[in-house]
């Protein structure tokens, strides 16, 4: 039974567990598996002999040596397999000699002993010069696994090892053989490398090609000496870390002199936005700057590397199989999209195309899909792969369209204007793929000087001049604000980062250095969790201190929402993800009952900030401020203010009454007494732009500053009806005397007032969808609101 997956289909249990009368002794049932890392539950274990027959790094590069020295030296690589067999013989034949008479072992033995010698040392000279081809089988093996280990991220990267093979076949064959030995090795390793990087690059998606290649280059500078583990290992020089960060001084004195690698980790450290850049200055040291530029889909490449049995994967079973049969016949191209529907036919599928003859050479059968995981591995093993993306950047986009532009297409129409008119449509399209926005089509938009419009009138004049433009684009190309780049580059580095980071092994067993094993150290962060968590709450004391409160008081109401959505988190029984603690990721059982978080510890800091909330407003009344990030529902809570503001008021209705806000000049400390009506909230960030407290007033942000803390915004509930506004009669305790907030921030009384109001989104995450999204607030502005809406100016509960 083969490609049998993680489940078994129940008619084999009575065979597995030999429930049958009658039983042939010559039968023997062999189960396979494409998978590379099953896992099957116990009583599918007890029942069949398990056998791993996936290649180690260690095996693979014996037969990578084996298959280099085969094809460089083959009459050193036949002489070893024909020793090989001497050995063996004579080993054999020496044994029987000992067994036999004396005088046969007397007479005999000498001369076998003698072969046995003779065999020995020429064994000797042939590892050794097999092993001036160990770095090519070492770069291989590397390469493989870390192609392999590609599909820890999307199921749809799996690789077979005959692909592989054939790729390194392929690199012995055309590499550079006119150089003396360790440059011809060289040359294998070079051709080698790139190549197969560029078989996997094409089929990744966009924002995983980084990510790969980094892998790449830090796997084989680590085979090379070139890096070590210990660098890695940050925790472990934390003491020293510290004793520098606290100096004075701003840079180790030793910066200037670090290399590519440090460098890269110490501003991994110290500035996340510039780790990217960072990576990329590395990989070019590394590798050089081919390794940097997206590669062009080259459709006639891929034709030639196909051929009748290998689908091309790009991502109705009665029509299909007819014209899979016509296709095969006639020599056409066949293209099944959307092939994630139908995964059912594509096992059908498969065994076609592998079992049948007589059919044209020139036939090829083209797939499109989505990422799914189910798709059927063997599929994957046996097609090439490839992505067809917009491209991101402008060399990038250009690249792509004069990649694909012919001369006649360039000289379609004689006019002068008709190739610079080309050239400026397609840098325009290239921006509109990344950064659409409206404001690309004002007045104030002006592109970026660097970009000329070349005056050359061939295709591959134009490919020159795109080559010169920088890989990586500053904001000012898209005219955006230098933050915009900070803000970027730091959440590309944190995606790229956390990939990198899910493909890592997670051995449950110690290192040779003697270090803590992963349980243990999950164990240790586990209990360290436990003697900070504070008690659950008791269910029936929270019910009679909110029958205090009112069990109708729209407050006391979204309190107890709030208490039974953190008790599920602190009660239900979860099980322990070992990856997600050890790598500090919060586990998704726990996220499913909670809230998003990048790291654990943010996270447990998160519950036991919401937890002191919920027990200091449940135990000693109303807060004077609300920290509106601790809310499961925040929505619910600002209706429940609209309720409690609606029932407070005579001939209000729910459905008049809206909610209103104010910003303060006050922080959290300053606050005295909660407001008679409303609340004061705390915990938000501005960003897109800063808060000009003095004025109260948004204001252009601050070059490398993203997020700025907003002051105490007053929440509140009016009926546009009637004209009484709450403010009037609120008071509040500063550090200094009592002030009414109409001295300090109330609009309709100042003489400066701000002569536009911004609508500002504020969201719970800095990822801005409308799962997200909690309301609109109001902020005062000396500029119009489409000047902070160009900016994506926002209110964000938690940058974390």
Not at 6 to 22: H, M, Q, T, V, Y
Not at 234 to 253: A, C, I, M, R, Y
Not at 599 to 625: A, H, M, V
Not at 745 to 755: E, I, L, N, Y
């Amino acid at each position: 039974i083969e490609d049998v997956e993680e489940e078994f289909d129940p008619i084999l249990d009575p065979i597995l567990a030999k429930n049958f009368s009658k039983l042939d002794r010559t039968l023997r049932l062999y189960i396979t598996t494409n998978l590379a890392n099953p896992t099957y539950p116990p009583e599918i274990c007890a029942r069949v002999s398990v056998i791993d027959f996936t290649v180690t790094q260690r095996g693979l590069e014996h037969q990578l040596l084996s298959l280099a020295i085969a094809n460089e030296r083959n009459e050193r690589e036949r002489e070893r397999v024909k020793l090989a067999r001497e050995t063996t013989k004579n080993k054999r034949m020496l044994k029987e000699l000992e067994d036999n008479l004396l005088i046969k072992l007397t007479t005999i033995a000498t001369e076998v002993k003698e072969k046995v010698v003779i065999a020995e040392e020429t064994k000797m000279k042939i590892s050794t010069a097999r092993e001036e081809y160990r770095p090519v089988a070492v770069r291989g093996s590397i390469i493989y696994f870390l192609m392999s280990e590609t599909a820890l991220v999307n199921p749809m990267y799996y690789i077979s090892l005959q692909q592989f093979l054939g790729l390194f076949h392929e690199s012995m064959i055309k590499s550079n053989k006119l150089a003396a030995r360790q440059k011809r090795i060289q040359n294998i390793n070079d051709y080698l490398t790139y190549q197969t990087w560029f078989y996997t690059i094409r089929g990744l998606y966009e924002e995983d090609r980084l990510m790969f290649t980094l892998l790449m280059a830090l796997r084989i500078d680590l085979r090379r000496g070139r890096i070590r583990y210990d660098e890695f290992q940050l925790q472990k020089n934390e003491h020293t870390v510290k004793d520098w960060f606290d100096k004075q001084s701003s840079l180790p004195e030793t910066f200037e002199n670090l290399n590519e690698f440090h460098r890269f980790l110490f501003i991994r450290c110290i500035s996340p936005d510039r780790t990217i850049s960072e990576a990329r200055n590395y990989i070019q040291h590394s590798f050089g700057i081919k390794y940097l530029e997206i590669p062009v889909l080259n459709l006639e490449l891929l034709r030639d590397e196909s051929d009748v049995k290998t689908p091309l994967l790009k991502g109705q079973d009665i029509l299909a199989r007819r014209f899979l049969q016509q296709t095969i016949q006639s020599g056409r191209w066949l293209l099944l999209q959307n092939a994630h529907l139908g995964l059912d036919y594509l096992e059908e599928f498969h065994q076609t195309l592998m079992t049948m003859d007589n059919c044209d050479p020139t036939c090829r059968v083209w797939l499109t899909t989505k990422t799914h995981s189910e798709f059927p591995i063997e599929i994957l093993h046996s097609s090439i792969k490839f992505t067809n993306e917009p491209p991101q950047g402008v060399c990038a986009g250009l690249k792509h369209i004069y990649g694909l532009m012919t001369q006649d297409k360039l000289e379609y129409i004689e006019s002068v204007y008709w190739r610079p008119l080309l050239y400026t449509t397609s840098f325009l399209h290239s921006i509109l793929q990344k950064w659409f926005d409206d404001g690309l089509f004002s007045m104030d938009f002006k592109f970026y000087d660097e970009y000329m419009i070349p005056k050359d009138k061939r295709v591959e004049d134009y490919l020159d001049a795109i080559d010169r433009f920088p890989l990586i684009d500053s904001p000012q190309t898209f005219g955006l604000h230098v933050n915009a780049d900070i803000t970027y580059s730091a959440n590309r580095a944190k995606f790229i980062l956390a990939k990198i980071l899910q493909m890592q092994p997670k051995e449950a067993t110690g290192n040779l250095s003697g270090d803590e094993t992963r349980d243990t150290i999950v164990h240790h962060l586990a209990n360290e969790m436990l003697i900070k968590l504070l008690l659950s709450f008791i269910p029936h004391e929270i019910q009679e201190k909110l029958r205090n409160m009112g069990l109708l008081n729209p407050m006391a109401i979204s309190l107890r929402q709030e208490l039974h959505r953190m008790d599920r988190v602190l009660r239900t029984s979860l099980r322990q993800i070992l990856d997600s603690i050890f790598d500090g990721r919060v586990p998704i059982n726990w996220t499913k009952y909670s809230w998003e978080s990048s790291t654990l510890d943010f996270w447990f800091s998160e519950l036991l900030d919401r937890y002191i909330q919920y027990n200091n407003w449940l135990n000693y009344g109303r807060p004077k401020c609300f920290w509106i990030t601790g809310f499961f529902n925040p929505n619910g809570f600002l209706t429940a203010i609209r309720q409690e503001v609606t029932r407070m008021h005579h001939g209000w209705s729910l459905n008049t009454v809206t909610i209103d806000n104010m910003v303060l000049r006050s922080y959290k400390d300053d606050i005295r007494e909660a407001p008679t009506e409303g609340v004061y909230v705390y915990g938000l960030y501005l960003e897109g732009a800063s808060w000009d407290r003095k004025n109260t007033r948004l204001h252009e942000s601050q070059n490398k500053v993203i997020y700025v803390p907003m002051p105490i915004i007053y929440i509140y509930a009016i009926n546009p009806s009637v004209v009484a506004d709450p403010k009037l009669g609120i008071m509040m305790m500063t550090t200094n005397k009592k002030l009414r907030l109409d001295q300090i921030s109330f609009r309709s009384k100042r003489q400066d007032v701000a002569p536009y109001i911004y609508l500002c989104p504020v969201y719970k995450k800095s990822i801005r969808t409308d799962l997200h999204f909690i309301t609109m607030l109001k902020l005062e502005s000396n500029d119009i609101p489409e000047h902070w809406i160009l900016r994506s100016v926002a209110l964000l509960c938690d940058i974390k």
